[in-house]
């Protein structure tokens, strides 16, 4: 068997990134758009020692869990590997990948148990507050929309599933623009050009607008033209509140550069969470899923069972919205964060909201945490809400020093959710309810809380 050769398999199981499950001559082979129950026809990819990439050329029986016709560029994007998939399988798919992954690296015998099912959305469309577009040239001009699948090779697009109409229309106005007045798009390769991407903000409650155009080079022509289209653009139910030039002049790949320089408006917009008001500049962290954040937010302080006697330690606390969302039903909350102006947005955020029982400190929780254990900081509760890498031994240890009744970990990795559940479970906690929260419909990523009971 061999790159490019045609073959026809049975799916047997259906992985949590969407591919198909097969086997090809005793050979596991993963197969990209397929699922369970279908016999297909696929072209090989990739040949590995212990296993077969391929993608699917036609499908011979199809499965009932199949949806058809979700995105017409899904297939070139890559953005929703789970798409062809109905959302009620995905939701099941996302539960049973939490289920084996909390029992295979976590130990965690009873996973089936206490892992409920995955909290979906009513409608799993249009669900993103922030998208980000990159900017690429053509031979025909500008054009902006995403990276085909392993590759700087940026694909037109007239309208994504996943983002509110309104990113798509500045991103179409940027770029006519940008041929209007040919300003060329930056170039990877010789480092000449403007514009590197579209980034595009939205307040779900607040219907408060922000687009970031970010550019090489800060000496945009007739930047005023732009504004002034932009300001007379019909973003139906959003009102245009920033426009954020964000320069970026290194030779990297990150979404933004360090500066921002406001074009016109507010150098920030606000939404809010549980009630409570935020605000967002270009560089904050904030979930992308409003109204699910409500819910995993909602589910976490359910976990936490705080009432007005307990004191909270919220690690990796962000701009401080779990810790502030606490702070309302609980007597102290203290927050935790490496990123310098997300703390400052967490202690202005407080002040905003007129909740004085929050304290915020800033630095690597590793260090951090340990002493502020040390110096007699007794939580009743820990909420940590980690980047994907999870948690770190020194961090736990420190939390297990300060034995809280109870730790809720809200993750987006459940592979470092189970790691770090493993050295809890070592250090006299036991998970005794976790769920899924589908916070990135038809992609391949999943959300969970879970909470531990000391022994
Ligand atoms: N709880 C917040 C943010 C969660 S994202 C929310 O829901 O909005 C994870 C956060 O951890 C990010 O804000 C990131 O800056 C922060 N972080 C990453 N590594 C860290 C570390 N070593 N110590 C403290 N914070 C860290």
Redesign the pocket.
Known sequence: MKKSDIIKLNIEKTASDGRGIGYIDGKICFVHGTLEGETVEAQIYTVHKSYITAGVTKILSSSPLRQESYCSVSDTCGGCPLSHIKYEKQLVIKRQHVVDTLTRIGGIENAESIVADTIGMEIPARYRNKMVFPIGQKDSGAIGGFYAPRSHDVVGLSDCRVGEDCAIKALTTVVNFMNEYHIPAYNERTHKGYIRRVFVRCGYHSRDLMIVISSYNEKIKNLDKLINTLKNTDFGTYNLKSIVLNVNSAKNNLVLGNKNITLWGEDSICDSILGLQFNISPHS???VNPTQTERLYGKALELAELDDTKTVLD?????G??SLCAAKSTKKVVG????DA?IEDAKKNAKANGLKNTEFFCG???DIVPTLIKKGECPDVVII???RKGSDEKTLSAILTAAPERIVY?SCNPATLARDAKFLTEGGYKMTYATPVDMFPNSEHIECVAKFERN
């Open positions: 962290f904030f979930q690690i990796y606390c962000g701009i919205t779990i935790v964060e490496i990123v997300a690597a929780a590793e809400d980690p980047p809200v």
